[in-house]
């Protein structure tokens, strides 16, 4: 399997209903095997008899799923980047030091986890909104590995995890949403309000250490006991994004029309940043791109795709840029990287 | 009421990290803490899970008879030892199961299936014997009963031409 980057970009909304406001859908399942302890209280053979069983029901004949088995020992430190930045492994996985190891789809978009704070997270995130279609794909990875093995299972509170956080069903679902509109009018604590009300929790799209970037933020379930997957998925569906989707075009369609000359200057100090600058940093590249997708959407900006915009959100994260550039490169060296492929695919 | 640290707002998010010895508290109101890009939901997850001391009380030393782990050391991590520690420690865990599920306490998802080729129930046999036979060479003869009669059941459970 060759490991692509530049392939399927999780954040490519461009065709998807809903796509100006939802980037991205993941679901995410955790899952313990019966008979051996949690992840934290496994001795280093413990660990060892987990991936083996994982890596045998993971690379067993099945076609259709094409699964990549990898020890993360054997995995060298840029792609390791890189997969964080795509949400592939979580960065705890990265730095892991006992036995672990990931299961990866060849289209960079479904993964398993093996001996990550439970032994087993089944992931996939697609662009736009698919939260049905994810909810499917991780579906299909469970079934594959009950079928083999027993999983940690109570009739109450359903399956074990290592977090009382994750009972029941294991399950989270989350979307990555781009609210540049309801900051600008000032709204954004409604759509805090209505996350409280529906039992779910929002986070900003964040580097390391900075604040959230490029009005991104993510909003998965905050509880996974005492609902159906099916409604935790509908939640976010159904309750959460028709009302918010609605209101962040609105706040939109505002700012065009009441504040026109503002929404102007911004977009186009954004562009003119991007397609001269020779040094970026992530936050200043991610939120000038922010912008220049409102002004996009808003039909500010004809000559720029939105979705070279989209991709540009996830290539230019470190691991990204060292898998392209060579990994040697230091910060410095990344942010004329940075600089230079931006002004290469906003070129005038 | 606390107030923000960066306006007079009040304060919605609170954070407590402790390096060096150093407590760096962090108030933030609804504003800031979006921009923060703090996690923000109805359950305050590190509020719950990292100050247990009211919701776990009494004996600490109480320990999981699979996997070893106290009540001590969960207070500190946050996280169970193994799937038995849910039975074990069900009294202390009630409370806070409850509140970071919402009130949630029975699980209306799916089941798994039963899994057809059950690699695990001969590794649980194995991991059982490896600790039948400590027992036996530690001479801690009463914990050798109990893993005895667990083999035994499990034995019973399986197909009845193995072992
Ligand atoms: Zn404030
Ligand atoms: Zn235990």
Redesign the pocket.
Known sequence: MKIDPDYNCPFNSDHTPFGDVVLSSRARLARNLEGFPFVNRSTTSDCIEVTSLLSQICTKNNSNLQLKWIEMDELDSVTTEMFVERHLISSSLAHAIHPCAIAVGPELSRSVMVNEEDHIRIQSIRPGLQLTDVRDDVHQLDLLVEEIISYAFDDQLGFLTACPTNLGTGARFSVMVHLPGLRLVKDLERVRRACEGMSLAIRGYRGEGSGTMADLYQVSNQITLGNTEEQLCNILSEDFLPPVIEWERKARMTIAKEQSQRLDDQTFRSLGLLQNARILTPEEAMNNLGNIRLGISLDRIDTIEISTVNQLLIEIHPGHLRWKYGKELDDDELNTRRADLIREKLGQ | MTS??????P?IYHDVRIANGVHNTTH??A??AMEAGVSLGPIDLSVVLHSTENAISGDISKACPDCGMTVAQYKKTSLLGCPSCYQTFSDELNSIITQVQNNNTQHIGRAPAQASVDLTRHLQIRRLLKKLESAVSQEEYEQAAILRDKLRELHTSGEPNEN
């Open positions: 923000c640290d960066h306006c007079d707002k304060a933030l109101c504003e800031h």
